[in-house]
């Protein structure tokens, strides 16, 4: 693929040096001609006026001499002038290689810099499918060996493949949606009410926040509406607050907040959980990055949650950050542009 890329450089830059050297051949062709014209006019106009003046000149000799000076004058200009232009054009032809060479970097920068992205994707991807695969594989292996399997073996054996296979399904859900998003499929828009939107994420996640005691805080105006699609601004805004839960210790605080900003919603997500590392932060939208952790442990995700948050925030013209406290907490702040605040 870089050999491809390198080639794709190389013709590019063939094809802009082509194009900017044939703007200056015209160019200077077109100068040379105009010159040249000029030239002969003043030469034939010093002819004439030579000319209509016969007693400028003792003799016939010395007439024929000056004009026979002049007209090497004439010549030597021109070949001067057509020796500049070829300079020029050598001194162009360097100049435009290496601006050529210059824009076609930057013209396919950014299909490398998605390529290299995707070929990460990829490879991540696939790390993240063959973990549960083997340890599903090494777990049926060792089992098969063993002489004595009893019924709780068998059991133990199923509900940990289980365990695999949900976080297996899980992962291809994620990486579908990445992928049809990425596609550009189109979601239907309409116009969602937010209070209503955070009222049903607390009643799909009562369990958690009951299991770890969290003080959980909703305060979303009635009438603050986004236009979007109502099952992804969902997705979005569960992501957000299902990580504030699960990287918050048991007794501690989520809060949801809505304020309006000009005709901006700017809705905040804050916890007083773990935090994130200041390094860490600028990462923390990319796909599988995972900011405490060693891949596969059990209580972090793949890391594709903030990434699929991220892409819902683009489709809908949103923009989405976060600011944090290693110790204190994290809010993430996700602005919607497109916004109403109808009563009903
Ligand atoms: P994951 O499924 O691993 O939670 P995410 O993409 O949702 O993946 O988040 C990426 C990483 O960002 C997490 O692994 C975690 O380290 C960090 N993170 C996300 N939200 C929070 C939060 N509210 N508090 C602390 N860390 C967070």
């Not at 992928?179 to 994420?201: H, K, M, P, W, Y």
């Not at 699609?229 to 839960?245: F, G, R, S, T």
Request: net charge positive.
């Amino acid at each position: 693929m870089r050999q491809l890329f390198n080639s794709a450089i190389i013709k590019l830059t063939l094809a802009y040096t082509a194009i900017l050297l044939l703007v200056s051949l015209i160019f200077s062709i077109s100068f040379y001609q105009v010159s040249i014209r000029e030239l002969d006019a003043n030469f034939n106009a010093q002819t004439q006026r030579i000319e209509g003046r016969p007693g400028l000149f003792q003799n016939i000799e010395d007439r024929v001499s000056f004009l026979h000076e002049r007209r090497q004058e004439l010549a030597e200009s021109k070949d001067k002038l057509w020796g500049r232009l070829v300079l020029v054009n050598l001194l162009m032809l360097f100049g435009s290689s290496l601006l050529s060479y210059y824009l076609a970097k930057r013209t396919l920068q950014p299909i490398e810099q998605a390529h290299d992205a995707q070929s990460r994707f990829t490879a991540d991807a696939s790390h993240e499918l063959r973990t549960p695969l083997a340890s599903m594989r090494a777990e049926i292996e060792v089992l098969l060996r063993s002489k004595k399997i009893s019924k709780a073996d068998y059991q133990q054996l199923l509900s940990s493949n289980l365990e695999e296979l949900h976080k297996l399904t899980g992962l291809s859900d994620a990486l579908l949606k990445l992928a049809r998003r990425d596609e550009g499929v189109q979601e239907s828009f309409s116009s969602i009410n937010l209070g209503v939107l955070i009222t049903s994420i607390k009643k799909t996640l009562s369990a958690t926040i009951k299991d770890k005691k969290i003080h959980f805080d909703a305060k979303i105006p009635k009438n603050y509406h986004v236009s979007g699609d109502p099952q992804a601004v969902k997705e979005m805004l569960l992501i957000l607050v299902e990580n504030a839960l699960k990287y918050t210790p048991s007794k501690g605080k989520v809060n949801v907040t809505a304020r309006k900003r000009g005709r901006n919603i700017v809705v905040e997500v804050a916890d007083t959980g773990i935090g994130i590392e200041a390094s860490k932060l600028p990462h923390i939208f990319e796909r599988f990055y995972r900011a405490d952790s060693s891949r596969g442990s059990s209580k972090n995700g793949y890391g594709l949650g903030l990434a699929i948050a991220s892409q819902i925030a683009q489709m809908h013209e949103a923009q989405i950050s976060v600011a944090s406290k290693v110790g204190k907490g994290t809010t993430f702040k996700v602005v919607f542009c497109k916004t109403s605040f109808k009563k009903k």
